[in-house]
């Protein structure tokens, strides 16, 4: 799950959870210019996958890494 606010979703006991940046857009930041924009959902999207490969017995809260993993690639 990613949620803005993860001390919800974990208080209830979802197992995986990906800090998200706010109420109103949780996967994104449209303040920000496009190319931050996009490598801000990129490390959100990362993350995400990265919980889903992560054993877990408890609930886990997952945050976006500083960086992109992997270059973003644009189909032409």
């Known amino acids: 799950m990613i949620s803005a606010i993860p001390m919800v979703p974990i208080s209830v006991g979802a197992h995986r959870v990906i800090e998200g940046v706010s109420l109103q857009h ?3 930041n449209p303040l ?3 190319d931050r924009d996009n490598a801000l959902m990129m490390r959100i999207t990362e993350a995400a996958l990265r919980s ?3 054993p877990v017995d408890k609930p886990t809260l997952f945050k976006p ?3 992109p993993q992997r270059e973003l690639v644009h189909a032409s």
């Open 52 to 54: 889903l490969q992560t």
């Open 26 to 28: 949780v996967c994104g």
């Open 32 to 34: 920000l210019s496009k």
């Open 65 to 67: 890494t500083e960086e």
